[in-house]
């Protein structure tokens, strides 16, 4: 059973920002929310993840709702090797398993 | 930051033999790590989980008689795919998680492409 929902495809134009959609409306209180991409033909790569409070690294941007039950993955100045496929994962801390979904498959455009 | 490595990056078979794949921890300890199967078009599906030491946990509808699966050491598990069928070519996805690192984060190897012919 699918527990986040994302959009399969996405464009972006190439120096703009990507805001990646994720709905989680059965996530629990102990499941955090992670992100990872890949690129093709390649092993995925950790970008985010957070509990509840919005999150900021050197890659992104990670900004949950309130209630938690979604949230969305900002990409500030999308360049042509950010197209990958972006995957939304909700994951308990303890709880060894990454399981993917289908992810959003992101084209950034010139 | 923490590095897995996989090897062979792809690997061509023939029907009928086995392939073993490698995963390697490269800076860290991985108590735990993970093998991953992808086929084209396809996410990512986990096939086993495998702690160091002991027998691997699989999931439902794999095969434990034909993906051998050894965690031999904290940097070291491999994958043998064994009578491999055509059926069996896929992208193969180690990644591990490490002894003290923070809980969060599950690094992941580059990939082993599997073709059996």
């Known amino acids: 059973d699918a527990k986040t929902t994302q959009p399969p495809s996405m464009d972006c134009a190439e120096g703009r920002a990507a805001n990646l959609p994720c709905n989680h409306s059965?996530?629990?209180?102990?499941?955090?929310v992670y992100w990872y991409r890949q690129i093709h033909s390649q092993g995925p790569q950790y970008i985010i993840h957070?509990?509840?409070n919005n999150e900021t690294n050197e890659m992104a941007s990670l900004i949950i709702t309130e209630d938690r039950k979604s949230s969305t993955l900002i990409l500030p100045h999308a360049t042509l090797r950010d197209t990958a496929v972006y995957y939304c994962?909700?994951?308990?801390?303890?709880?060894?398993?990454?399981?993917f979904g289908a992810g959003t498959r992101l084209t950034v455009k010139p | 930051g923490a590095v897995v490595s996989q090897h062979p990056s792809r690997v061509i078979c023939k029907s009928g033999t086995s392939v073993k794949i490698e995963c390697r921890s490269l800076?860290?300890?991985?108590?735990?790590m993970f093998w991953y199967r992808q086929f084209p078009k396809q996410s990512l599906m986990l096939m086993a989980t495998?702690?160091?030491?002991?027998?691997?946990?699989?999931e439902q509808g794999v095969e434990k008689d034909k993906f051998l699966i050894n965690h031999a050491s904290l940097t070291l598990s491999t994958l043998t795919v064994t009578s491999a069928h055509p059926e069996d070519s896929s992208f193969y996805i180690c990644?591990?998680?490490?002894?003290?690192?923070?809980?969060?984060?599950?690094?992941f190897g580059p990939g082993t492409r599997l073709t059996v012919t």
């Open positions: 957070g509990l509840k």
């Open positions: 800076d860290f300890q991985a108590t735990t």
């Open positions: 994962i909700v994951r308990a801390d303890n709880n060894n398993d990454m399981r």
């Open positions: 990644s591990a998680r490490g002894l003290d690192s923070n809980s969060y984060e599950q690094y």
């Open positions: 495998s702690n160091e030491g002991s027998k691997a946990t699989y």
């Open positions: 059965t996530i629990s209180g102990n499941e955090y």
